[in-house]
């Protein structure tokens, strides 16, 4: 099983936090089976929230470029002078 990243705990350990804090104040518990029900409701929350945030952000990776047209060497570019414009309007009147 991998480590969480920071960005984890860090969300994890906040929703448990304000959730507690926001059901504590909503149900205006004082019993102590109240506070346990809400705080493992808010422990639930709070790692369903880790769990859920993404892990590594996601790399925008460039294209494809289409069969037949030159790539450059610089990050697999479409050089700009031989780039075509991808708006549907001119796509159709080409045709």
Known sequence: ???P???QLFYGSLT???STLAMLLLFRTGS???IA???TAALALGL??????PAKPRR?????ARPGTPVSAHRGTVPAAREESRSPVSAQSSR
């Open 60 to 64: 925008h990776t460039a294209r494809a």
């Open 16 to 18: 448990v936090v304000f």
């Open 37 to 39: 029900a809400v705080c």
């Open 48 to 53: 369903a929230v880790s769990v859920t945030v």
């Open 1 to 3: 099983m991998p480590r």
């Open 5 to 7: 990243t920071a960005a």
């Open 32 to 34: 102590g089976i109240g």
